[in-house]
Structures are given as C-alpha cells and as structure tokens.
T-cell receptor, first 110, second 113 residues
Framework: TQLLEQSPQFLSIQEGENLTVYCNSS?????LQWYRQEPGEGPVLLVT?????EVKKLKRLTFQFGDARKDSSLHITAAQPGDTGLYLC??????????FGQGTELSVKP | KAGVTQTPRYLIKTRGQQVTLSCSPI?????VSWYQQTPGQGLQFLFE???????NKGNFPGRFSGRQFSNSRSEMNVSTLELGDSALYLC????????????FGAGSRLTVL
C-alpha cells in the first residue's frame, strides 16, 4: 500500500514565524499536489509540482518536490492567521491514482 | 463558473438508516470522485465515476455505493448506517486534461446517532 506521511500532524505558531511541512513516501509519484482546507470547506488546490527538484513559489509559500519525486515540502515564511487550516499533500502514483497524506493542522495565532 | 455543489450540507441520521448524498460537478467535468474525511483517518478514497461508469473503487464495504448520471451529476448512498460512518463526505470533479487535479465541494457532514 502506498502511503504519504505528513509531518508534523499539528503545528501551532505565532504570527510572523516560519514553518515547514513535510510529505514523505517510499514510492515515486509522477506529480504531487498541495491543498489547503479551511473549516467547513473542501480542500482547495494550492500547487502541483511535476519535475524532480522543482521549486514553486506562491507569495509566502514555497513548495519543493524532491529530486527522486518521493517527497515534498511546503515552507511558509512569516505566517499569518489567514494561513490557518489543514494542509494536505497528494501524490499521483504510476497507476494514475491520487494518494492523500493525513494532513497537517496549522494554527497561526495573532 | 460555478464550483462543485454538494447537498445536503448537514444531516443527522440514526443507526440502520440509509442516506443519499448528491454532487453536481463543474460544468464540463466528467470525472467525479468521492472521499470520506474523518479526524483519525484523513481523506479516504471511496470511488470515482467517469461517463456514468465506476472507474476506481476504494476499500469500503458494499454498504457504500454510488452512481453517475448522464449529466455527470453523481450520488452516493450509504445503507445500514453505523456510528463509524459519521464523517465529512467530499465530492470532487476533475477536468479531462488528465492532470488528476481535483476541485472539491464543501462536503456533506453526516452525523450518525
């Protein structure tokens, strides 16, 4: 069974701090997506990374896909309360199925 | 364009009952996937429909079923409800581009008493 392990599961920080969320697997993925889910809503796509070693930036969010396409990270610079939510990584496996990680619950306090 | 619409948003049922949830995908999206989300298990894949055919299925018992209509709208049904079926049920549609990028609805929150 392919698994995507996210860490940490929970993260509570103060406004202005930096943080990194990790998404790891022993399997290779053709692409990897990051979603953010706010309370009472469904997950919303933030980014898709496709190439090993790829780095994408979305304002204060930096996403990296590992060289071997088995892992990914999300780094947030100067977190703000609006960044609060559940962050989910999801990998596209070789069979075309999307495998989700367990999620990282982020709370940014003002 | 309108997003993915799920109805109802909230519902309460008792054990043994059955429930039907509805999902209207984004116009032009022919693939609809269903997920169960719980705090302990995260997002668990239920099934995917494409052009009225079930294309993929997760590891859920036969009490969980679904279907897709010719207009791509989808329904899922859970029969003989158990307490453990309490969850947020998410529907997602994806475009024919092949990138497997999902647009989720807001979900249907099911509570089983």
């Amino acid at each position: 069974t392919q698994l995507l392990e996210q860490s940490p599961q929970f993260l509570s920080i103060q406004e202005g701090e930096n943080l990194t969320v990790y998404c790891n697997s022993s399997s290779v993925f053709s692409s990897l997506q990051w979603y953010r889910q706010e309370p009472g809503e469904g997950p919303v796509l933030l980014v898709t990374v496709v190439t090993g070693g790829e780095v994408k930036k979305l304002k204060r969010l930096t996403f990296q896909f590992g060289d071997a396409r088995k892992d990914s990270s999300l780094h947030i610079t100067a977190a703000q309360p609006g960044d609060t939510g559940l962050y989910l990584c999801a990998g596209n496996n070789q069979g075309g199925k999307l495998i989700f990680g367990q999620g990282t619950e982020l709370s940014v306090k003002p | 364009k309108a997003g993915v619409t799920q109805t109802p948003r909230y519902l309460i049922k008792t054990r043994g009952q059955q429930v039907t949830l509805s999902c209207s995908p984004i116009s032009g999206h022919r693939s609809v996937s269903w997920y169960q989300q719980t705090p302990g298990q995260g997002l668990q894949f239920l099934f995917e429909y494409f052009s009225e055919t079930q294309r993929n299925k997760g590891n859920f018992p036969g009490r969980f079923s679904g279907r897709q209509f010719s207009n791509s709208r989808s329904e899922m049904n859970v029969s003989t409800l158990e307490l453990g079926d309490s969850a947020l049920y998410l529907c997602a549609s994806s475009s024919p581009s092949g990138a497997n990028v999902l647009t989720f609805g807001a979900g249907s929150r099911l509570t089983v008493l």
